[in-house]
């Protein structure tokens, strides 16, 4: 089993942003706070597999993973190694700590029927910065930059005052 994770875990930080996000609003509309409780696992669950990714870097070197199996110049490639590896624990702790102490201003600035929406658009955000972080091609860097800047302006555009939606295309 854990060679299973040593080998995928690149994709699994990543991807597991991409399933709360789609989890998330499915959780909303049986129970508004279980979206919340969607994106605080998957932040978490996204820390303890980048923590596992600095160690099984630190053990075994840097990781490469091949997404089809085709190598580059013709394939999607991620890359591991220690310094990235370590960005992306920050990144996904600082985010794990935001959803936390975030719940507040989350409740105070976001309608209670956007809430789903919001916590499903932030996992994508987030999911976006780390796959910057991780992919070793600059075409993926270029769609996770794109996944990153749109989710952005959808996380600007939902505050309660009319100026979020200028806001979010200025």
Not at 70 to 75: A, D
Not at 144 to 158: N, P, Q, V
Not at 164 to 170: D, E, I, Q, V
Request: glycine content about 8%.
């Amino acid at each position: 089993m854990i060679d299973f994770f040593t080998t995928h875990a690149p994709v699994l930080t990543i991807v597991v942003f991409i399933f709360g996000a789609l989890i998330a609003p499915v959780l909303g509309k049986v129970n508004n706070s279980l979206s919340y409780y969607c994106a605080l696992i998957t932040t978490a669950l996204s820390f303890v597999l980048s923590v596992y990714l600095i160690v099984s870097v630190y053990n075994n070197g840097p990781l490469e993973y091949f997404l089809g199996g085709w190598k580059p110049p013709y394939g999607i490639e991620y890359r591991a190694d220690i310094l990235n590896s370590f960005i992306l624990s920050v990144v996904s702790f600082v985010s794990f700590l935001s959803i936390i102490y975030g719940y507040g201003s989350i409740r105070a600035e976001i309608y209670e029927k956007r809430r789903p929406a919001f916590y499903s658009v932030y996992l994508l955000f987030i999911g976006g910065m780390m796959g910057i972080l991780i992919t070793n091609d600059i075409f993926n860097m270029y769609v996770f930059l794109e996944i990153t800047s749109l989710a952005g302006y959808a996380l600007i555009a939902m505050g309660r005052t009319r100026y979020s939606y200028m806001a979010s295309f200025n």
